[in-house]
Nanobody, 122 residues
Framework: QLQLVESGGGLVQPGGSLRLSCAASGFTLDGYAIGWFRQAPGKERERVLCISSSGGSTNYADSVKGRFTSSRDNAKNTVYLQMNSLKPEDTAVYYC???????????????WGQGTQVTVSS
């Protein structure tokens, strides 16, 4: 079974950091771009960044530039989302998605994780 599994979400205070993981099973992430998305209640799912299959380039949403980064560990078949200087407006369910290319629209991605909740609150 091909699947992605996110982990690492939780409750963090404003200004804090979290690192999310996206692990693949049933297939290798090598050769796949990974998009990180989030969806807050009542809002549409938005892409926060996408890391290319090589890891050589990353596209960021303006709202997370300078605060979020992503990295790949192909040996562990895992991609990470490092989130720093978190703000209350970053509160959402975060998803990772895989496809051969980085797309802005979520419906272009072949594989999705189940999501992990991130809550930024004091």
């Amino acid at each position: 079974q091909l699947q992605l599994v996110e982990s690492g979400g939780g409750l963090v205070q404003p200004g804090g950091s979290l690192r999310l993981s996206c692990a693949a099973s049933g297939f290798t992430l090598d050769g796949y771009a990974i998009g990180w998305f989030r969806q807050a209640p009542g809002k549409e799912r938005e892409r926060v960044l996408c890391i290319s299959s090589s890891g050589g380039s990353t596209n960021y949403a303006d709202s997370v530039k300078g605060r979020f980064t992503s990295s790949r560990d192909n040996a562990k078949n895992t991609v990470y989302l490092q989130m720093n200087s978190l703000k209350p407006e970053d509160t959402a369910v975060y998803y990772c998605a895989a496809d051969r290319l980085c797309w802005v629209l979520p419906d272009r991605y072949d594989y999705w994780g189940q999501g992990t909740q991130v809550t930024v609150s004091s």
